[in-house]
């Protein structure tokens, strides 16, 4: 049996929640809803280009690619014998602990621990790792823990080696020197279906003439985690206790006993219903079961986690108020907030009344909404973005994750209630930065008339913040430049904090937050992500369930679509429920397991819908080797999600429409 060693990932584990090494790795026994294919994930964010080109900053340096553990040590060893030499993935174990280096650089008796990131800072600005107080800035803390575990287990396991620990994180101050710089990155699958990185072409030495990565050595930073410095994490064990505390359970496989908290929140290793009839064990139900005594009746109710934007979980819990029934007014500190429909805390309190009534109703505010829309213009326009930052750019003079709009879908509304999938934008071409063309389209497309146009949520006035800076950095044509602005300016909202501040003419209306200030429904389980509220309105609207039961999607006399043809968004599940609509589109990509479709799928960012499936399809367009067939598969998939998008957000106001007509 292979040792059981406490890796880097597995630290992060026991960070996150020491019980959680429990349950790691036996996806045979235990549920895991985390993703199936972790290089999607990384794909989508860049992280395995990034790891490929920091190692052309390091030239020349051996690879250890044996997964096997003692294979890795020992050609990690025998490399060490050199004075100078440079290793990727090098293998160093101190007792039972075990990581790979992304790159190990030693001089000497002098050793530099490299650790790649594919995450930002700004070189020209102060280092972001502590806060005012000195303290460890919390979104940090797993990067910078990650590099204190490395350091512990390398500088016992080379006592006499100097060890100095970088960070090689993405400078967003750099421009990119090179024209397609990214494209010489490439994604391939190997014969067992594994996929990699391979460097096309080899770097130039234009291409490394400006560092995109920087390292940024904190040694400092390591020295205080060590100590217990900055922040309150590992006591009362202190840092290397806690490592041996965590490494001693796992060596052993011996559960950590629970101790709950708002962490639990995001657990992934419950279980779904089907993998409970398969007989495979819910870790969070045991977890609870443990802690609380918590039995079958108990976890049929919602637990606390399901009260929107409930800040204060960790109170709550710590008094056992551990259900959505169990808090009441004083739990939530309930205040107004001076503005028209419901307050964070009372909407809080309405779903917690609703849930102790047993009432599954929605809540409506009509007069509310019916003001709302006395205020909105024909033809309405609902627009929704698709996007993408990468950490390198696709083109010169561009930096690290600079925002790049690749996709629009736009529906229209008109007066007498004909809706329309009125256009649509995407860019595929390998290479392009698509921005300026996106807001020319964008602007084609919205400035025939002063329609109101609705987003769901802020990620497309981000956008086109993002845009309206990029323009002014641009070398377009002065008047066109300044036309794009200026229409930019039109349909947004600025506030100081960008550097400037605006509330333009037609400011685009925010769906998402007219759902929080006028509706409810327990169907959505507390989320305002659209993805809950599209099912629960279909489910509650009788004249919705009518409309669109019939193939009328798609059609000359229904609605008129750009991507679908006589479709049917109404069918209904085994418990007469209307299904999800986006779980009747085709498959983004044929070769990802159902989990992993599911985990692209989630909402893990509100104004981001379906963000995760669209922002990994475009990166495999751009960097993946694949067949034209495969190609247009991702495409009309793109098309097909980013229409349905809009489409939401147009039966969502025919809802409320129909609602506040008096027609249920």
């Not at 934008?425 to 300026?436: A, K, R, V």
Request: with cysteine; hydrophobic share 35%; proline share 4%.
């Amino acid at each position: 049996m292979q040792h059981r060693y406490l890796t880097k990932s597995r630290f992060k584990f026991g960070m996150e929640c020491p019980t959680k090494l429990y349950y790691t790795g036996k996806r045979a026994e235990y549920a895991d809803q985390s993703l199936d294919d972790p290089f999607l994930e990384a794909l989508a964010d860049g992280g395995f280009q990034v790891g490929e080109l920091a190692r052309q900053y390091y030239p020349w340096g051996h690879d250890i690619k044996t997964l096997d553990y003692a294979e890795a040590l020992e050609q990690t060893r025998a490399l060490l014998q050199q004075h100078t030499v440079t290793i990727y993935e090098a293998a160093i174990r101190f007792k039972n602990l075990f990581i790979r280096a992304d790159i190990l650089r030693k001089n000497g008796n002098r050793v530099e621990l490299i650790e790649v990131k594919s995450k930002s800072f700004n070189a020209s600005e102060d280092l972001p790792f502590l806060n005012k107080k000195g303290n460890l800035v919390p979104a940090w803390k797993p990067y910078l823990y990650d590099i204190a575990f490395q350091t512990y287990v390398l500088t016992n396991a080379y006592p006499d080696y100097e060890v100095h620990p970088l960070l090689m994180l993405a400078d967003k101050s750099a421009l990119c020197p090179t024209n397609g710089l990214h494209q010489k990155f490439r994604i391939r699958k190997s014969d067992d279906n594994r996929k990699y990185v391979i460097l096309k072409d080899e770097l130039s030495k234009e291409d490394l003439t400006v560092p995109i990565l920087k390292a940024v050595d904190v040694s400092s930073l390591t020295t205080m985690i060590g100590e217990g410095l900055g922040s309150d994490d590992f006591q009362p064990k202190g840092f290397e206790g806690t490592i041996e505390w965590l490494a001693a359970h796992y060596e052993h496989d011996e559960k950590i006993k629970p101790v709950p908290g708002s962490y639990c929140r995001e657990c992934s290793f419950w279980a779904t219903p089907k993998e409970v009839r398969r007989g495979v064990k819910d870790g969070f139900r045991e977890c609870w079961t443990e802690a609380f005594g918590w039995n079958d009746p108990d976890f049929q109710q919602p637990n606390l986690f399901a009260l929107w934007d409930y800040r204060k979980k960790d109170d709550a819990m710590a008094v056992g108020k551990l259900k959505l029934v169990d808090l009441d007014e004083e739990d939530l500190g309930l205040k107004d907030d001076d503005r028209p429909g419901l307050s964070r805390t009372a909407r809080q309190l309405l779903q917690i009344e609703k849930a102790k009534q047993e009432d599954v109703t929605p809540y409506f505010d009509k007069a509310g909404m019916t003001r709302e829309m006395e205020t909105w213009r024909f033809p309405l326009h609902f627009i929704d973005f698709e996007t993408s930052i990468t950490p390198i750019p696709f083109t010169k003079g561009r930096r690290p994750y600079e925002m790049v709009a690749f996709q629009f879908s736009h529906h229209t509304v008109e007066e007498n209630g004909q809706v329309r999938h009125a256009g649509q934008y995407l860019c595929t071409e390998q290479g392009s930065f698509p921005n300026i063309d996106f807001i020319r389209a964008l602007k084609t497309a919205l400035e025939a008339d002063h329609g109101t146009i609705f987003r769901y949520s802020f990620h497309e006035n981000t956008v086109l913040l993002a845009i309206y800076e990029q323009l002014a950095e641009s070398d377009l044509g002065h008047e066109e430049r300044h036309e794009l602005m200026d229409f930019i300016i039109s349909i947004t909202q600025a506030k100081e904090k960008n550097g400037y501040a605006w509330v333009g003419p037609r400011n685009m209306v925010d769906l998402c937050y007219l759902v929080k200030r006028y509706y409810f429904d327990p169907y959505t389980n507390g989320s305002n992500s659209i993805k809950y509220v599209l099912p629960a309105v279909l489910n509650s609207s009788t004249y919705l369930q009518e409309r669109y039961s019939k193939p009328i999607y798609g059609t000359k006399k229904g609605v008129e679509s750009l991507n679908f043809k006589d479709w049917t968004w109404v069918e209904r599940d085994i418990d007469g429920k209307v299904r999800d609509p986006y779980a009747l589109l085709p498959a983004m990509f044929s070769d990802v397991t159902d989990k992993s479709s599911e985990f692209l799928l989630s909402d893990r960012d509100e104004g981001i819908r379906n963000g995760g499936a669209a922002m990994t399809a475009y990166a495999r367009l751009q960097y993946e080797e694949m067949s034209d067939f495969e190609r247009q598969r991702i495409v009309d998939s793109l098309l097909k999600y980013c229409e349905l998008d809009t489409l939401a957000m147009v039966v969502i106001y025919e809802a409320w429409r129909e609602w506040c007509n008096g027609n249920r």
